[in-house]
């Protein structure tokens, strides 16, 4: 690995360059690139998290001269960490500053991320520091002073090798901080590393713990549940599931999910197997060619990932058999209602809706609810949707995950002929085609509001509803070509009605 690639890039980030001038104030302190920009350097990937050590200087010698450079904010007298950020600098993240510390469970500790007793010491060597971190591959510093990478846990071989592993003891660490299990899983995803042997038995011997409660507030905060579980989702879709099912933090944060297995479907339609496999399988299509050359989506969204997972969760609550229910078949009536409400539920109750709009990793419950709700779709004959109906569905802000998951579903589905059911998708691709070009001429907007048909003598009522949709049948199928000839046609509808 590159060492000199964390030279270049302090060099290069002109935010960072309040390090070389601290040096020439302070010579006889030491500055230590620290913790995941130093991993995510060596591993070649983007990081805009920098953490900082300085030792040998007192805090308030620290804060006076970052006060002076740049916005300052300490975070604990205790911790000893500044955020800073530079003047004429506008980053993304903050830049992290501590003195070196010491981190020792607290008397009552019950594995909270808050269940510390932190002692900070401008003279405690960086090595000490270093100890009281999760995973080896994140207890590595780099001196900027002499270019030297401090790794006293070897952390370097563990990068080479792709391996997660714990400092120190495993159970240790994990009883300090119950979410670091999490955080485990989600580098696994994130680095596609493999979990070291002794990290993943403590893992599993502690996961019953992640739901604790002490007094009336929950050790592991469902905060960090949420950002954790979606950033692993998002990083490798199928390997998250696997480790958080394996681990046994399905069963304890997602119940619902495990009821999909052993859920039988009709062979028929399904003979690759219960519910549970095939939304593997579903989960599995995002890595095909198919799914990028059919769908256009390069990086499915955390939504879209969560939908698919979620999409037949509703099936085992609804099933009915010949033998219990007397039906000609195994069926799910109303599982796609079902599936909705409970993915609502999940999203709600491990507050998985923390991440911004713009972010790949939003995830708005009713948004996928409504992916849920209408990824049957394509079981209709699509040519019988009128032009309005399928311009929501299809030309709508989710249009395109929708695709998404409709083809996701659709190749997890293999019929006792060997075959797969994309008839129905390509029709909604064909017609997309149809009708994109009204779309792209006159937009999104329609021809005709309401307040046309005010202007025509009408109050307004429920029927305005189906006067627009008519009108927009129209617009969309190419009956009509602009304004005049909309207003023409809404005045003869209201006529006839």
């Given at each position: 690995?590159n060492t000199?690639?964390?030279?270049i ?15 020439l104030?302070?010579?006889?302190a ?6 995941g ?16 050590v ?14 002076e ?18 003047s ?21 500790s ?14 405690l060597?960086i ?5 009281r971190r ?30 997660i ?8 660490r ?13 580098f ?39 950002k ?12 998250c ?24 479907q ?7 197997g ?6 593997m399988?579903?989960?599995k ?10 769908t ?12 698919t ?11 009915q ?46 948004d996928?609810a409504?992916?849920?709700?209408n ?8 040519y ?18 929708l695709i ?7 190749d997890?589905?293999?019929?006792d002929d ?5 008839g129905?998708?390509?029709d ?18 329609s ?8 202007a ?10 189906d ?21 023409d046609?809404?005045a ?6």
């Open positions: 690995m000199h690639a964390i030279q890039e302090l060099k290069e980030r002109s935010e960072l360059g309040w390090a070389s001038e601290f040096m104030d302070f010579p006889n030491q500055i230590f690139l620290v913790g920009a130093v991993r995510d350097i060596l591993l070649e990937r983007q990081t805009k998290d920098f953490d900082f300085v030792r040998g200087i007192e805090a308030k010698k620290i804060e006076s001269w970052l006060s450079r740049g916005d300052v904010a300490l975070v604990g007298r205790v911790f000893g960490v500044y955020k800073f950020t530079p004429g600098h506008e980053t993304d993240e903050l830049i992290d500053i501590a003195l070196p510390r010491t981190e020792q469970s607290s008397e009552n019950q594995g909270g991320a808050r269940d510390f007793d932190v002692q900070s010491d401008p003279s060597p090595e000490a520091d270093l100890s999760d995973f080896t591959i994140n207890a590595m510093a780099y001196n900027i002073a002499t270019r030297e990478i401090i790794d006293p846990y070897k952390g370097m071989d563990d990068l080479k090798n792709g391996i592993r714990a400092v120190g003891n495993a159970e240790d994990f009883r300090e901080d119950l979410s670091r299990m999490l955080r485990a899983m989600r696994a995803c994130q680095l596609n590393f493999e979990i070291d042997n002794a990290t993943w038995l403590a893992i599993k011997k502690l996961m019953p713990r992640i739901n604790s409660v002490r007094a009336i507030e929950r050790v592991v905060p469902l905060e960090s549940i949420g954790e579980f979606v950033k692993a989702l998002a990083s490798d879709p199928l390997r599931v696997g480790l958080f099912d394996k681990s046994g933090a399905m069963a304890e944060l997602m119940p619902e999910l495990l009821d999909m297995k052993g859920c039988k009709p062979p028929q339609f399904h003979t690759e219960d519910v549970w496999t095939h939304t399988l579903a989960l299509s995002f890595e095909t060619e198919g799914f990028t050359n059919e256009k989506i390069k990086q499915p969204s955390a939504r879209l990932i969560l939908a997972l979620l999409h037949d969760v509703g099936k085992p609550g609804t099933m058999t010949p033998e219990q229910h007397g039906t000609d078949r195994i069926r799910f009536s109303g599982h796609t209602e079902e599936g909705a409400r409970i993915a609502r539920e999940i999203i709600n109750r491990l507050r998985l809706n923390q991440f911004s709009a713009k972010s790949n990793l939003h995830i708005d419950a009713d996928v409504w992916l849920i709700e990824h049957l779709i394509t079981m209709n004959d699509i019988s949707l009128r032009p309005s109906t399928f311009e929501r569905l299809f030309f709508g802000p989710l249009g395109e995950e998404g998951l409709l083809y996701a579903d659709i997890a589905t293999i019929w060997g075959s797969k059911p994309f129905g998708l390509l909604v691709l064909k017609r997309k085609k149809e009708i994109l070009p009204a779309i792209e001429e006159k937009g999104i907007e021809l005709v509001r309401g307040e046309d048909i005010i025509l003598g009408l109050k307004p009522g429920p029927e305005f509803k006067y627009l949709l008519a009108v927009r049948d129209a617009q969309l199928s190419g009956q009509i070509k602009n304004r005049e000839e909309a207003l046609m809404l003869k509808i209201v006529r006839e009605k």
